[in-house]
């Protein structure tokens, strides 16, 4: 099946961002080329400036774990629940507030990082990494895989203060996804929507066309473009779930 996010609040659009700059950074973290490596810096660069003036934005975080945590007490005292998970889940969420405690501190690690200073201004300009605009990080690229390795697991771990709280939010709101059937009457599809944070779509792989949603408030479009131009939509069936603290 293939799996489409959609953010309905800027929160949700923003937690997207951070879940894909990780899924990168976890994919290249070994440096086995020299792709892989401008991809992890590309990705550290990016989780830079997202984080920059964040302090709102951790608020909104201890926000949705507090809200997810609360939903959990309730579930402790359902006799149809699995009181062993439940516990789990909480625990994780114990250890996502303990990690997103520590960000103050995170923020100066990478920003005083010689090779990220040095490379960081050079993606705003087209080739702009090269051996005579950032030296330094040429140079870095020389050193044994060891030293750069070290240097990659002190940007991952900083990282990871971000990863357990947004991770953790994430994979709740996917956890209690309730999808139920729809029908894109030649690949367009309109409803009123519910109150929710983001929407997943999934649908056969064997479907050549790809979903292009908007949404506002309480509206929702869905319609399938053909991958081949020109091509023809008929009526595509498809699953729809509503995400978020307010859909649990």
């Keep these: 099946m293939f799996m489409y996010d959609f953010p309905f609040s800027p929160k949700a659009r923003t937690y997207l961002k951070f879940e ?15 792709a892989e490596t ?3 810096l590309r990705g550290v660069v990016d989780y830079m400036d997202l984080t920059d003036g964040f302090g709102g934005f951790k608020i909104e975080i201890g926000k949705d774990l507090e809200k997810l945590d609360q939903r959990l007490k309730q579930w402790e005292h359902d006799p149809d629940a699995d009181q062993a998970f439940v516990m789990q889940l909480r625990q994780a969420i114990s250890q996502a507030y303990a990690s997103l405690e520590c960000f103050t501190r995170q923020r100066m690690v990478l920003r005083h990082d010689p090779v990220l200073e040095n490379i960081k201004p050079r993606f705003m300009t087209p080739c702009g990494v090269n051996c005579f605009d950032t030296p330094l990080f040429t140079f870095w690229c020389s050193l044994p895989i060891e030293e750069r390795l070290q240097s990659v697991s002190t940007w991952l771990h900083e990282l990871d203060i971000l990863r357990q709280p947004i991770a953790t939010i994430l994979y709740l709101w996917r956890l209690c996804a309730e999808f139920k059937p729809r029908v894109a009457i030649k690949g367009f599809m309109k409803e009123t929507a519910e109150n929710c944070d983001l929407i997943e779509i999934r649908y056969p792989k064997t479907v050549r066309a790809y979903p292009v949603v908007s949404g506002f408030q309480s509206s929702l479009n869905v319609r399938f ?8 939509i008929g ?7 509503y995400l978020g603290n307010d859909t649990l």
Excluded at 20 to 34: G, M, V, Y
Excluded at 235 to 241: M, N, Q, R, T, V
């Design 20 to 34: 894909s700059i990780f899924k990168r950074a976890e994919a290249c973290q070994n440096l086995n080329s020299e």
């Design 38 to 40: 401008m991809s992890l």
């Design 225 to 232: 473009m053909a991958y081949e131009k020109g091509a023809e």
């Design 235 to 241: 009526d595509i069936e498809f699953e729809l779930a």
